[in-house]
């Protein structure tokens, strides 16, 4: 699946998706600070919907570390939101286009807030995750899961589409990654989480674009886990493997059986599987395994 819904690729032809898209260093929950005050910029602060914005008295109340999930509008991103929701977690999710999904998710979790942000721009990151710390207290994980998928064969690939690809599935991460570090490293504790995909590991035909960002988060993975090691920080990567979201929309049932069957266990992994492994690897009793791959993938790639 991709980005919040990793989709296999076999030589089937789904339409590109464009999905939006794959803790800190105190006990005490720490008090909602106001939004900080910034320059005038090309692109406007992201903002919560009134209706759904947390008040300052439960933003202090909530207990749980803070974490933002971007792409968390629908998928695998918003089961993330869920999971982390659930366990007690200040959540904060990223969206691009879905405002709907967005709305949606705030009204079934009250508190949890969703902004729109584009992540392969740098202000609009630097906008968003600005927000989402004025409204968390500070972000102590950092679960970036937004992406875009498109199958082309590779002759055809445009240089435009090329770079596209890679400043969503990649260059996003890297955004969201340098805006939350330096509050980790002070509080010397933070979770950095990617989605990857298997085709990151293993290369996917007809996907050699997507492929190759979702090999560039593996990377960024590893080398970023021995940088931040010694501040207290963890990173680590789930690369899931065929995942039964919306994203299957485009499949028939022969083909989603036929998928099932290309699967070890014998059918699709769920959204919740993915939330799980993220919402253990951003916990305490994680906290001796950094730079890993974790496949969800029903035993697809081993």
């Known amino acids: 699946m991709r980005e919040d819904d990793f989709e296999l690729t076999f ?39 009134p209706e759904q914005a947390p008040s300052a008295a439960a933003a202090r109340h909530t207990p749980g570390r803070g ?3 971007s792409g968390g509008d629908r998928g695998i991103g918003a089961a993330a939101a869920r999971a982390f929701y659930q366990a007690g977690y200040r959540v904060a999710v ?44 500070h972000v102590d994980i950092l679960v970036c899961n937004a992406g875009i998928a498109q199958q082309k064969l590779f002759t055809d690939i445009t240089p435009e ?4 690809m890679l400043d969503v599935n990649l260059t996003g991460a890297f955004h969201l990654c340098q805006l939350a570090l330096p ?24 996907e050699v674009h997507y492929s ?20 207290g920080i963890t990173v ?35 959204p919740q599987e993915v939330a799980r492994a993220l919402l253990f690897l951003a916990g305490e009793e994680a906290g001796y395994i950094t730079g890993q791959v974790f496949g969800v993938n029903g035993g697809l790639v081993i």
């Open 11 to 49: 030589d089937l032809d789904p339409p590109a998706e464009d999905h939006e898209p794959s803790a800190a260093a105190s006990a005490e929950p720490a008090p909602a600070a106001e939004a900080p005050k910034t320059e005038p910029a090309a692109e406007p602060v992201p903002q919560a919907r």
């Open 67 to 69: 974490v933002l999930v």
């Open 94 to 137: 990223l969206y691009h286009t879905n405002a709907q999904a967005a709305a949606d998710l705030e009204a079934s979790l009250p508190g949890c807030v969703a902004l729109q942000c584009d992540v392969a721009s740098r202000p609009a990151c630097e906008a968003a995750f600005a927000a989402a710390e004025a409204m968390l207290g």
């Open 161 to 164: 589409e090329w770079q596209h």
């Open 183 to 206: 509050g980790m490293i002070r509080r010397k504790w933070g979770r950095i989480l990617t989605v990857s995909s298997m085709w990151g590991q293993t290369g996917g035909s007809c």
């Open 212 to 231: 190759a960002a979702k090999a560039g988060l593996i990377g960024l993975t590893k080398a970023l886990a021995r940088e931040e090691g010694p501040s």
């Open 236 to 270: 680590n990567c789930v690369a899931p493997g065929v995942i039964d979201t919306d994203m299957m929309a485009a499949f028939t049932p022969a083909d989603r059986q036929a998928l099932a069957e290309e699967t070890p266990v014998g059918r699709l992994g769920s």
